[in-house]
Protein backbone atom coordinates (compact mmCIF):
# COMPACT_ATOMS: atom_id res chain seq x y z
CA UNK A 1 0.00 0.00 0.00
CA UNK A 2 1.26 3.12 -1.04
CA UNK A 3 1.98 6.00 1.66
CA UNK A 4 -0.54 8.67 1.79
CA UNK A 5 2.64 11.08 1.27
CA UNK A 6 2.59 14.65 -1.38
CA UNK A 7 4.91 16.97 -2.38
CA UNK A 8 3.94 20.09 -3.30
CA UNK A 9 6.86 21.78 -4.91
CA UNK A 10 6.56 25.23 -6.06
CA UNK A 11 8.67 26.39 -8.56
CA UNK A 12 8.97 30.10 -7.69
CA UNK A 13 9.36 29.93 -4.03
CA UNK A 14 12.50 27.01 -5.06
CA UNK A 15 14.23 29.04 -7.75
CA UNK A 16 14.06 32.03 -4.91
CA UNK A 17 15.56 29.84 -2.56
CA UNK A 18 18.59 29.07 -4.68
CA UNK A 19 18.90 32.65 -5.51
CA UNK A 20 19.14 33.60 -2.10
CA UNK A 21 21.84 30.79 -1.84
CA UNK A 22 24.01 31.79 -4.39
CA UNK A 23 23.83 35.56 -2.81
CA UNK A 24 24.82 33.89 0.59
CA UNK A 25 27.60 32.19 -1.12
CA UNK A 26 28.94 35.18 -3.22
CA UNK A 27 29.88 35.29 -6.55
CA UNK A 28 31.70 31.67 -6.67
CA UNK A 29 31.59 28.33 -6.74
CA UNK A 30 27.89 27.30 -6.12
CA UNK A 31 26.90 23.56 -7.07
CA UNK A 32 23.66 22.56 -5.46
CA UNK A 33 23.38 18.75 -5.58
CA UNK A 34 20.30 17.17 -7.65
CA UNK A 35 21.45 13.64 -7.13
CA UNK A 36 18.74 10.75 -6.74
CA UNK A 37 16.12 12.25 -9.19
CA UNK A 38 16.36 15.56 -7.07
CA UNK A 39 15.89 13.85 -3.39
CA UNK A 40 12.75 12.26 -5.06
CA UNK A 41 11.42 15.67 -6.30
CA UNK A 42 11.89 15.16 -10.20
CA UNK A 43 14.98 15.90 -11.87
CA UNK A 44 13.11 16.86 -14.52
CA UNK A 45 11.68 19.88 -13.33
CA UNK A 46 14.35 20.95 -10.79
CA UNK A 47 17.73 20.56 -13.20
CA UNK A 48 15.63 24.05 -15.47
CA UNK A 49 15.25 26.12 -12.20
CA UNK A 50 18.70 24.87 -10.88
CA UNK A 51 20.11 26.43 -14.38
CA UNK A 52 17.94 29.42 -13.70
CA UNK A 53 19.12 30.75 -10.33
CA UNK A 54 22.95 31.35 -11.12
CA UNK A 55 24.36 27.99 -10.03
CA UNK A 56 27.75 27.45 -11.81
CA UNK A 57 27.25 23.49 -11.53
CA UNK A 58 25.31 20.84 -10.53
CA UNK A 59 25.90 17.89 -8.66
CA UNK A 60 25.27 13.89 -8.68
CA UNK A 61 26.43 11.14 -7.20
CA UNK A 62 26.32 8.75 -10.43
CA UNK A 63 27.60 9.24 -13.74
CA UNK A 64 24.18 7.49 -15.11
CA UNK A 65 22.96 10.70 -13.34
CA UNK A 66 25.07 13.12 -15.01
CA UNK A 67 24.05 11.29 -18.18
CA UNK A 68 20.14 11.97 -17.45
CA UNK A 69 20.85 15.18 -17.10
CA UNK A 70 22.47 15.83 -20.38
CA UNK A 71 19.86 14.01 -22.25
CA UNK A 72 17.27 16.57 -20.03
CA UNK A 73 19.15 19.28 -22.05
CA UNK A 74 20.98 20.51 -18.69
CA UNK A 75 24.01 23.32 -20.46
CA UNK A 76 26.08 23.80 -16.99
CA UNK A 77 28.82 21.41 -15.58
CA UNK A 78 27.62 18.71 -13.76
CA UNK A 79 30.03 16.96 -11.08
CA UNK A 80 29.66 13.45 -10.42
CA UNK A 81 30.46 12.59 -6.76
CA UNK A 82 30.84 8.68 -6.59
CA UNK A 83 34.00 6.56 -7.12
CA UNK A 84 34.72 5.62 -10.76
CA UNK A 85 34.65 2.35 -12.67
CA UNK A 86 36.58 2.18 -15.77
CA UNK A 87 33.15 1.68 -17.60
CA UNK A 88 32.31 4.79 -16.73
CA UNK A 89 34.56 6.95 -18.98
CA UNK A 90 33.05 6.69 -22.34
CA UNK A 91 30.16 8.55 -20.29
CA UNK A 92 32.14 10.72 -18.82
CA UNK A 93 33.66 11.89 -22.08
CA UNK A 94 30.93 11.92 -24.27
CA UNK A 95 29.04 13.77 -21.88
CA UNK A 96 31.29 16.31 -20.84
CA UNK A 97 31.29 15.45 -16.95
CA UNK A 98 33.50 16.27 -14.19
CA UNK A 99 34.45 13.68 -11.94
CA UNK A 100 35.44 14.15 -8.00
CA UNK A 101 38.14 12.39 -7.21
CA UNK A 102 38.88 10.86 -3.51
CA UNK A 103 40.51 7.80 -4.32
CA UNK A 104 44.07 6.53 -6.00
CA UNK A 105 41.53 4.09 -7.83
CA UNK A 106 39.66 7.01 -9.60
CA UNK A 107 43.21 8.10 -11.00
CA UNK A 108 44.25 5.01 -11.95
CA UNK A 109 40.73 4.60 -14.01
CA UNK A 110 41.06 7.67 -15.93
CA UNK A 111 45.02 6.93 -16.42
CA UNK A 112 44.61 7.14 -20.01
CA UNK A 113 41.18 10.04 -20.40
CA UNK A 114 41.90 13.60 -20.95
CA UNK A 115 39.20 15.10 -18.37
CA UNK A 116 38.93 18.12 -15.98
CA UNK A 117 38.74 16.92 -12.75
CA UNK A 118 37.82 17.74 -8.87
CA UNK A 119 39.84 16.60 -6.05
CA UNK A 120 38.09 15.36 -2.37
CA UNK A 121 39.67 16.10 0.64
CA UNK A 122 38.83 13.97 4.06
CA UNK A 123 38.93 16.56 6.40
CA UNK A 124 36.55 14.83 9.12
CA UNK A 125 33.34 13.60 7.54
CA UNK A 126 34.92 9.87 7.08
CA UNK A 127 33.41 9.14 3.41
CA UNK A 128 34.92 10.03 0.79
CA UNK A 129 38.25 11.56 -0.53
CA UNK A 130 42.30 12.04 0.54
CA UNK A 131 43.28 11.50 3.77
CA UNK A 132 46.25 13.86 5.14
CA UNK A 133 48.98 11.20 4.50
CA UNK A 134 47.94 10.60 1.08
CA UNK A 135 48.58 14.22 0.07
CA UNK A 136 52.50 13.51 -1.02
CA UNK A 137 51.71 10.96 -3.07
CA UNK A 138 48.75 12.66 -4.80
CA UNK A 139 50.96 15.38 -5.43
CA UNK A 140 53.45 13.03 -6.98
CA UNK A 141 51.31 10.71 -8.59
CA UNK A 142 49.20 14.19 -10.40
CA UNK A 143 52.85 15.31 -11.96
CA UNK A 144 52.77 12.31 -14.26
CA UNK A 145 49.19 13.12 -14.97
CA UNK A 146 49.08 15.93 -17.34
CA UNK A 147 46.04 14.82 -19.08
CA UNK A 148 44.17 15.71 -15.86
CA UNK A 149 43.36 19.29 -15.30
CA UNK A 150 42.41 20.05 -11.24
CA UNK A 151 39.52 22.73 -11.78
CA UNK A 152 39.13 22.39 -8.20
CA UNK A 153 39.48 20.92 -4.52
CA UNK A 154 36.81 20.28 -1.89
CA UNK A 155 35.79 18.84 1.15
CA UNK A 156 32.40 17.96 2.84
CA UNK A 157 31.86 19.09 6.69
CA UNK A 158 30.02 17.48 9.25
CA UNK A 159 28.60 20.38 10.31
CA UNK A 160 27.45 23.15 9.54
CA UNK A 161 25.55 25.27 12.23
CA UNK A 162 28.55 25.64 14.29
CA UNK A 163 30.28 28.13 11.84
CA UNK A 164 30.27 31.12 14.26
CA UNK A 165 32.22 29.07 17.07
CA UNK A 166 35.86 29.31 16.84
CA UNK A 167 36.66 26.53 18.08
CA UNK A 168 34.34 24.25 16.67
CA UNK A 169 34.52 21.72 14.39
CA UNK A 170 33.62 23.47 11.14
CA UNK A 171 36.18 25.76 11.62
CA UNK A 172 38.65 23.10 12.15
CA UNK A 173 38.22 21.40 8.76
CA UNK A 174 38.10 24.68 7.49
CA UNK A 175 41.76 24.82 8.55
CA UNK A 176 42.69 21.10 8.01
CA UNK A 177 41.11 21.68 4.34
CA UNK A 178 43.43 25.04 3.61
CA UNK A 179 46.40 23.39 5.13
CA UNK A 180 45.66 20.19 3.21
CA UNK A 181 44.88 21.77 -0.66
CA UNK A 182 47.76 24.04 -0.37
CA UNK A 183 49.59 24.89 -3.85
CA UNK A 184 46.82 22.74 -5.29
CA UNK A 185 44.82 24.65 -8.16
CA UNK A 186 41.26 25.39 -8.78
CA UNK A 187 38.16 26.68 -6.95
CA UNK A 188 37.73 25.62 -2.90
CA UNK A 189 34.72 24.66 -2.50
CA UNK A 190 32.60 22.78 0.33
CA UNK A 191 29.75 20.07 0.46
CA UNK A 192 27.32 20.08 3.37
CA UNK A 193 23.26 20.54 3.75
CA UNK A 194 24.04 23.90 5.68
CA UNK A 195 25.62 26.67 3.13
CA UNK A 196 26.21 28.91 5.89
CA UNK A 197 29.55 26.42 6.23
CA UNK A 198 30.18 27.35 2.45
CA UNK A 199 29.41 30.54 2.77
CA UNK A 200 32.26 30.94 5.19
CA UNK A 201 34.37 29.20 2.84
CA UNK A 202 33.76 31.51 0.21
CA UNK A 203 34.86 34.30 2.22
CA UNK A 204 37.47 32.50 3.67
CA UNK A 205 39.28 31.85 0.52
CA UNK A 206 37.18 33.80 -2.28
CA UNK A 207 38.70 31.30 -5.16
Known amino acids: MARPTRIHL ?3 ILKKNLEILK ?4 PVFFCPMIKANAYGHGVSLVAPIVAESGATAAGVALVEEGVELRRLGFKLPILTFASLSPGDV ?3 VEHHLTPVIGRFEDLSVLSKSSMAVHLKFNTGMQRLGFNSGQVPELREKLK ?3 HLKVEGVCTHFTHGEDIQDA ?3 TKQQFEKFFELVEGFP ?3 HAHKSSTLAASGLSKVHPE
Open 186 to 188: GVR
Open 90 to 92: PAL
Open 10 to 12: HRQ
Open 144 to 146: SAS
Open 167 to 169: GGP
Open 23 to 26: AING
